[in-house]
């Protein structure tokens, strides 16, 4: 079929993972009652989060920074991180796995794979579950996180910005992501999240400095700074980009779209039209030319023996 043509949609949202959500219900619910959305200004109740802000200020300040100090070191540590984070942390471990259910592992790889997703610096891996199932289940809708019908650069990273209480996280992690708040793992991970970032940061520079001989500060720019400046923004383009530019093979209730660019920069995720429809599938491209490298890491550790239950079969005609 031409990637012109639009496919009605099957059941992609009929479930998510085991957690007991229902995202139909949860629209059924939330589409009797559609409230103007609010204006940027009323989006900040409480105020700006700035150590969030900050954070993120910091960590692109300091990524402009590292192209003053340059080591062939430096460069690497960031090219093997981005991988680790952005591809095994966030679109394998956070999305794929945890979010969707899309196959399962042992639990030793669960916990390296969510380790791997809170070095990227995206927030603990039930907070971006939580996140993301509410995004699913209200997709460019009043009450999705980050629609760009909100506006584009709200969609990107303005959304992060509002300050919320632990109170607020903890109740959202409870209602989106039950599964991963009773289990005393990804609690864990959740509360440790800050200290495990920082730290990883901390032993990046010590290594450099002691171990590889005065690189510390080039190994901490390039492979903790720059690099999670690099995984933010593929991350964050899925959110924007892919519900405004790009192709549709599947018709859905939302704006989401397939996208080269966006694919090549997030290993895999550039194809959320595909993926808005078919949420379980652990393989986002659906056509021959839709590169995905997150399901190809996924399809080894199958070959292997270390992923099962495998969602990966495609729907009819693709």
Not at 9 to 17: K, R, T, V
Not at 250 to 275: F, I, P
Request: aromatic share 14%; with cysteine.
């Amino acid at each position: 079929m031409s990637s012109g043509i639009l496919e009605k949609a099957g059941d992609g949202l009929d479930e998510i993972n085991d957690s007991g959500i229902n995202l139909n219900k949860v629209n059924e619910d939330t589409n009797q009652e559609k409230p103007d959305r609010q204006k940027l200004t009323n989006r900040f109740p409480r105020g700006i989060n700035w150590a969030v802000t900050g954070w993120l200020a910091a960590m692109h300040v300091l990524g402009v920074l590292a192209f003053f100090y340059f080591s062939w070191q430096g460069l690497a540590t960031l090219l093997v991180l981005h991988f680790v984070t952005a591809c095994l942390g966030v679109t394998l471990g956070y999305h794929r796995l945890l979010t969707h259910g899309s196959f399962k592992v042992p639990r030793v790889l669960e916990f390296f794979f969510s380790l791997c997703g809170i070095i990227s610096g995206e927030g603990s891996p039930a907070f971006w579950v939580a996140t993301h199932r509410k995004h699913h289940a209200l997709s460019d809708q009043e009450g999705d996180p980050h629609s760009p019908l909100d506006g584009f650069w709200w969609s990107h990273f303005i959304w992060l910005q509002p300050w919320k209480s632990n109170e607020e996280i903890d109740a959202m992690i409870k209602r989106w992501a039950p599964d991963m708040w009773k289990d005393p793992m990804q609690r864990f991970l959740h509360h440790s999240y800050a200290y495990i970032l920082i730290g990883f940061g901390a032993a990046m520079y010590l290594f450099g400095e002691y171990v590889l001989g005065g690189l510390g500060l080039s190994l901490f720019l390039w492979g903790f700074c720059l690099r999670q400046v690099v995984v933010y923004h593929g991350t964050w383009f899925v959110n924007s980009a892919t519900h405004v530019w790009g192709y549709r093979n599947y018709e859905t209730r939302d704006q989401s779209r397939n996208n080269w660019w966006v694919a090549l920069l997030s290993y895999g995720e550039g194809w959320h039209n595909n993926h808005h429809a078919h949420q379980r599938l652990a393989r986002h491209g659906h056509r021959s030319w839709e590169l995905d490298i997150t399901y190809a890491v996924i399809w080894t550790l199958k070959k292997l023996g270390l992923a099962t239950a495998v969602q990966d079969k495609l729907p009819a005609g693709k």
